[in-house]
């Protein structure tokens, strides 16, 4: 009887020890009880009933990562091209993944061919080269709104490759090496264009620098013509001075008839100019001249004694 017992005892501790389940950090067990759902168990310790609950389905509720291949869809302009699109997704109701929709991985990616064509089939070539963040917008919103019955978030969708036909590709990469040719002619023109300008700009610099430089050197030969000018007037107003100064003294001294004989003297040397070898003058005013000569010499020297 004691063996019986033990026996028992330990069917019962192993049955126990089977039925504990431990749930890991961010899953979810989705359980039956007798065919039917009974509940949800998330991270923790849990016990169930031998034979009459069973886990119908393990799932990780930590976001997931959906590379699917490329998938061949046509454009509006009928350009036939392969996309291969990567999903993020997220499952945050485990029992309507379990209950909704039979392979739901399969199902997400036959969805995401699906929307994939309609949205490339309203969109032309162009358009869909260049659209990447519209492609990706609409297909989240599409795919995410089909897989809320299912118990799945879709975060976002990410177009990864765009691989249109050998022909186009060829046809764009010679529409690209012209755009470059294109864009370095006009840098070049523009170059030449700005290099023109500076040489231009550089010239009308110069030739006004040079204009400028004329006329200080104009305006200096005027400035020092005119001091020269004014040098000899005022050299020729003060030699005059002293004459007037001289004749007013022998005026004083031998009376107005010998100045004016000695101005007539003057003006005899004056019309010979220098040209003449020989001067004829008057006997009445020969023996006057080394008087008056004598005299003016004297007192044109005299302010200088003086001094």
Same mark, same amino acid.
């Given at each position: 009887?004691?063996?019986?017992?033990? #026996?028992?005892?330990?069917?019962?501790?192993?049955?126990?020890?089977?039925?504990?389940?431990?749930?890991?950090?961010?899953?979810? !067990?989705?359980?039956?009880?007798?065919?039917? !759902?009974?509940?949800?168990?998330?991270?923790?310790?849990?016990?169930?009933?031998?034979?009459?609950?069973?886990?119908?389905?393990?799932?990780?509720?930590?976001?997931?990562?959906?590379?699917?291949?490329?998938?061949?869809?046509?454009?509006?302009?009928?350009?036939?091209?392969?996309?291969?699109?990567?999903? !993020?997704?997220?499952?945050?109701?485990?029992?309507?993944?379990?209950?909704?929709?039979?392979?739901?991985?399969?199902?997400?990616?036959?969805?995401?061919?699906?929307?994939? %064509?309609?949205? #490339?089939?309203?969109?032309?070539?162009?358009?869909?080269?260049?659209?990447?963040?519209?492609?990706?917008?609409?297909?989240?919103?599409?795919?995410?709104?089909?897989?809320?019955?299912?118990?799945?978030?879709?975060?976002?969708?990410?177009?990864?490759?765009?691989?249109?036909?050998?022909g186009i590709q060829e046809a764009m990469e010679k529409q690209m090496k012209a755009e470059r040719e294109r864009r370095?002619?006009?840098?070049?023109?523009?170059?030449?264009?700005?290099?023109?300008?500076?040489?231009?700009?550089?010239?009308?610099?110069?030739?006004?620098?040079?204009?400028?430089?004329?006329?200080?050197?104009?305006?200096?030969?005027?400035?020092?013509?005119?001091?020269? #000018?004014?040098?000899?007037?005022?050299?020729?107003?003060?030699? %005059?001075?002293?004459?007037?100064?001289?004749?007013?003294?022998?005026?004083?001294?031998?009376?107005?008839?010998?100045?004016?004989?000695?101005?007539? #003297?003057?003006?005899?040397?004056?019309?010979?100019?220098?040209?003449?070898?020989?001067?004829?003058?008057?006997?009445?005013?020969?023996?006057?001249?080394?008087?008056?000569?004598?005299?003016?010499?004297?007192l044109t020297d005299a302010p200088g004694e003086r001094n």
């Amino acid at each position: 009887m004691p063996i019986i017992v033990g #026996i028992v005892a330990l069917v019962v501790l192993v049955l126990l020890l089977a039925n504990v389940v431990i749930v890991p950090q961010e899953h979810a !067990y989705v359980i039956e009880f007798l065919g039917t !759902y009974k509940a949800t168990w998330h991270a923790g310790l849990h016990v169930k009933i031998p034979f009459l609950e069973r886990i119908v389905k393990k799932v990780s509720l930590k976001e997931q990562v959906l590379d699917f291949p490329p998938q061949n869809v046509i454009t509006k302009d009928n350009v036939s091209m392969k996309i291969d699109t990567v999903i !993020y997704m997220k499952i945050v109701e485990p029992k309507l993944f379990a209950y909704g929709v039979e392979a739901p991985l399969m199902a997400i990616e036959n969805l995401t061919a699906t929307a994939l %064509r309609n949205i #490339i089939g309203n969109l032309e070539l162009d358009t869909t080269l260049t659209s990447r963040d519209t492609i990706n917008s609409e297909m989240q919103q599409s795919i995410d709104e089909a897989t809320d019955p299912w118990g799945i978030k879709v975060n976002r969708v990410e177009v990864k490759n765009i691989l249109p036909p050998a022909g186009i590709q060829e046809a764009m990469e010679k529409q690209m090496k012209a755009e470059r040719e294109r864009r370095e002619q006009v840098l070049v023109a523009e170059g030449k264009k700005k290099a023109a300008i500076l040489e231009a700009e550089g010239e009308k610099e110069s030739a006004l620098l040079r204009a400028e430089a004329d006329k200080q050197k104009k305006i200096l030969a005027a400035q020092a013509e005119r001091e020269s #000018i004014i040098l000899v007037a005022t050299a020729e107003r003060e030699r %005059r001075e002293q004459e007037a100064a001289g004749y007013e003294a022998l005026k004083a001294v031998l009376g107005a008839d010998a100045v004016i004989r000695l101005k007539a #003297i003057e003006g005899m040397v004056d019309v010979a100019d220098g040209t003449a070898t020989k001067i004829i003058i008057p006997s009445e005013m020969q023996g006057l001249m080394g008087t008056l000569a004598g005299a003016k010499e004297a007192l044109t020297d005299a302010p200088g004694e003086r001094n």
